[in-house]
């Protein structure tokens, strides 16, 4: 049996190891002209990778699927219940008994995905510890808005050689503005649709860099909250 040098590299503690980041966004969902459709998978992706980056923790990529709300009509999605059952679980309970993991931090960059009241249940069933990181979502702002739109040309995934397309008229899923059924459905859809009208999609690398630096940092604070957690037991 070999004896790994859990101490090697640039970590914040041997017990690292036994945490992993995950991050789930969207793969298929349009985001305008100057976003790509995978735009949240990426961006969660990258916040993910960069905490694991600069904790130590185990990065265990990115899942491949996403739910959203019956009255979003803006991509491809999957039922909440088949998000978690035959994706979210098989890959937690894999890298469970691969990684030796007893904490998970997951890292959600996508509005539809609703799965903060599944945690519970997943750490029962799963045997970790999971905290539930949907800080991105929380201050990115109106969908393919000005907020996402900067992340991604930090990320370099934005062309703003489109940016004068980015009319609602052509692109109705720019601060979702013209989703009609999902903006009578949801009240907090419609008050970023809104923000969206009067304010516009404005690139703005400073707000991008504050964004992604902004969720990185809490996704960390998670990652040390968890390795609290593990190490008293």
Known sequence: MVELNLDAGNIISEDVHR???LAVGSHLENHGPALPIDTDAKIASYVALEAALRTGARFLGVLYAASEFPYVKHGIHMDRDELVERELKPVLRKARRLLNLEAAVIVNGHGGNKLEDCMDDLEEELGLEIAWNNRIVEIEGPHAGSGELSAGLILGIADLRRLDECIPELYPEIGMIGLKEA???NREIDKAAR??????????????????DD????VISDVKELLKIIQEF
Not at 195 to 212: A, S, T
Not at 215 to 218: C, F, T
């Open 19 to 21: 945490i992993g980041i």
């Open 183 to 185: 903006r009578e459905a």
């Open 195 to 212: 923000i969206c009208e009067r304010d516009g999609v404005n690139p703005d690398p400073v707000l991008g860099q504050r964004i992604l």
């Open 215 to 218: 969720a990185v940092e809490s």
